[in-house]
Nanobody, 123 residues
Framework: QVQLLESGGGLVQAGGSLRLSCAAS????????MGWFRQAPGKEREFVAA????????YYQDSVKGRFTISRGNAKNTMYLQMNSLKPEDTAVYYC????????????????WGQGTQVTVSS
């Protein structure tokens, strides 16, 4: 079992940057593909980015390509999401997730979820 804890959210102006972190418990972090999702008020939770166990594959939602970068440090059991050129439409609660089904964009591919961290981008 994996427990996940996000951090790094906050309030930022449009055009600014934030770096989210997701710390994982347990010794099996390296066996999990990891992902970031987000949920804005009144909307469904949506996929943002994913990274494979070995870090050699990444996958992004089209709207964040070129602005967000997902990475992980397996030695530190931590995953990151560097978010640059933030827009008001990026405002949401961001969740990290872990799964072993594949590096995908569907919620049901991930078995474990964090509690989320709020990101607010002001215009």
């Amino acid at each position: 079992q994996v427990q996940l804890l996000e951090s790094g959210g906050g309030l930022v102006q449009a055009g600014g940057s934030l770096r989210l972190s997701c710390a994982a418990s347990g010794r099996t972090f390296i066996t999990y593909n990891m992902g970031w999702f987000r949920q804005a008020p009144g909307k469904e939770r949506e996929f943002v980015a994913a990274i494979s166990q070995s870090t050699d594959s990444t996958y992004y939602q089209d709207s964040v390509k070129g602005r967000f970068t997902i990475s992980r440090g397996n030695a530190k059991n931590t995953m990151y999401l560097q978010m640059n050129s933030l827009k008001p439409e990026d405002t949401a609660v961001y969740y990290c997730a872990a799964g072993q089904s594949g590096i995908g964009n569907r919620r049901n591919e991930y078995d474990y979820w964090g509690q989320g961290t709020q990101v607010t981008v002001s215009s």
